[in-house]
């Protein structure tokens, strides 16, 4: 009888994940759909009727600052719903569901990390749960938005590097990039961790192997939508050209994120095209910091530290962030309070895990014109004093001595 009600962590984390996901499908069937949903139907449907090829020539809101796996899967939907005429309700459901599904593999993903760290099995799921049921996730899922997906492609390249699959690692880093631009974050990071690895290991060939593999893998995304290019370059032209107007897609100093720059009264407002480079300078300097101080200490607990650092740190301090991108790093921060287990991280956790829900929210209603502006005012202030500990606490761990490697 006592095995009957013997504590089982597996058999709670399937409920913790099918309750987060009949969350989402109860809400989904309350909440009508955002005008960035909007967005992306008509993407598919133009997709389907024009065809990929001529997308991102003539497509909808053009230069759309979207890499193509999402967008072919935009189309797809588009598909299904057409053959079944589906409209209403049912089409916004199979535009959310995508997100819906990658949000229950990272819950998954998210245990398997957590439960690497030896930690009791209480605590880890207690994380679980904090991470299943992030009200920023859910709203983000509701939104229409896909940051989950990138979520998902950030947390299973750090597993994959600490599972030595390395090969799969960059595979998972290419899918990221061709989902979202926004992996580009936390792309610096886990390429020097692989470089370095892989120098250690003395695999040279495999480095210029599994780079050119991914290389024509990410070629192979766009092919899609280059074939009538392919004259420029086998294509690659065409793809710098699509490259670098997504990079240029946005001139705001702020779009909605509560950073730096909105606790400056910058929402919104255009910045001078010389200050982008002042911003690119910012983002090197955080690289190099970074990887200086994954290089002092390299081992599998600094690169989710750093990881989660770095993705803070962008959003925190550069222009064009809207609210949703920091939404990737939300996992990583649950998992680093658990490596740096003190009140500062827990803090520092707990602060940006609130700040995202209040920005989410914030940005939904329009909450620039409410008269609580004074509620993300203080988060903000709260999330630069919360990044600045990160900081500090980011050197005193690398700086600590070596403990058993997390495998």
């Avoid at 095995?3 to 984390?13: A, G, P, R, V």
């Avoid at 569901?97 to 949000?103: A, D």
């Avoid at 886990?190 to 210029?208: D, R, S, T, V, Y």
Wanted: with cysteine; glycine share 4%.
């Amino acid at each position: 009888m006592k095995n009957l009600f013997k504590f089982n962590d597996k058999l709670l984390l399937a409920c913790i994940i099918v309750s987060s996901v009949s969350l989402c499908l109860i809400l989904n069937c309350l909440i009508p759909a955002h005008k960035d949903l909007d967005c992306f139907i008509r993407w598919g449907n133009e997709i389907l009727d024009m065809g990929p090829g001529k997308f991102y020539d003539y497509g909808y809101s053009f230069p759309t600052d979207y890499p193509p796996l999402y967008l072919l899967i935009t189309g797809f939907i588009a598909l299904i719903c057409r053959k079944c005429s589906l409209t209403g309700r049912a089409e916004i459901f199979l535009y959310r569901l995508p997100s819906i599904i990658f949000f229950a593999m990272s819950i998954l993903l998210v245990y398997k990390i957590i439960n690497l760290l030896k930690v009791d099995k209480k605590y880890l799921l207690m994380a679980v749960l904090l991470f299943a049921f992030s009200g920023a996730i859910i709203g983000d899922i509701l939104w229409g938005q896909i940051d989950v997906i990138t979520l998902f492609f950030v947390m299973l390249a750090i597993y994959l590097f600490i599972k030595n699959k390395i090969f799969l690692t960059f595979v998972t880093c290419c899918l990221g990039l061709l989902t979202k631009a926004q992996f580009l974050f936390v792309l610096p990071i886990i390429a020097f961790a692989l470089l370095l690895k892989m120098i250690k290991n003395k695999e040279l060939f495999k480095i210029i192997l599994y780079s050119a593999i991914s290389l024509f893998i990410f070629w192979l995304g766009f092919l899609p939508f280059t074939y009538m290019h392919l004259s420029k370059f086998v294509g690659i032209t065409y793809i710098l050209q699509i490259l670098s107007k997504q990079v240029g897609h946005f001139n705001n100093f702020c779009a909605n994120a509560l950073n730096l720059w909105f606790i400056m009264a910058l929402n919104f407002r255009t910045y001078p095209v010389w200050y982008k480079y002042i911003n690119y300078m910012l983002i090197f300097f955080l690289v190099v910091f970074v990887c200086v101080l994954y290089y002092k200490k390299q081992t599998n607990e600094n690169l989710i530290i750093l990881t989660s650092f770095l993705f803070t740190a962008i959003f925190m301090l550069s222009t064009n962030m809207h609210e949703r991108y920091m939404i990737p790093v939300l996992a990583s921060t649950i998992i680093t309070a658990f490596i740096i287990n003190n009140a500062k991280m827990h803090f520092i956790n707990i602060t940006f895990y609130i700040a995202q829900f209040i920005n989410l929210v914030f940005s939904w209603v329009g909450g620039y014109y409410m008269p609580w502006i004074i509620l993300p005012i203080v988060i903000t202030g709260l999330s630069v004093i919360a990044l600045v500990l990160f900081a500090i606490e980011i050197i005193r761990y690398s700086q600590q001595d070596h403990k058993k490697e997390l495998t």
